[in-house]
């Protein structure tokens, strides 16, 4: 048994256009972008979506919305998921990247949320 959650959206952007996408994000969104401390690919958009980590994120690639989902067990997650017919198409460090159907990219990280707060929104899977 494990249990997981939506926990943070992200707007991945190109490097080269990651200020300007900042900066528009900040201003669209009503909040002050903050830069994240020992990970430089990430801007923060603090209570941009009440209940979500708000973040722009540099990438080597296409433009793109993607979800996290956190969880206290991410073997356990990755395969619900890709049960479901996502499918698994990296690794970085704990976190596995997974391609839904439908083309998205959802992220399945480790738990990284205040305690309480996973306790409180994070649905228990078998």
Known sequence: MHRSRVSTLLIDVPHAERDAADAFWGAALGVEPRTVPDEEQFT??????????????????????????ETDDVAAETARLVALGAVEVRQWLECRTLRVPGGHLVCVIPLHSDPAEFEAAARTWP
Do not use: E, K, M, N
């Open 44 to 69: 923060s958009l603090p209570h941009a979506v009440p209940g979500l980590v708000t973040a722009v994120q540099g990438v080597d690639d296409a433009p793109r919305y993607h979800l996290d989902i």
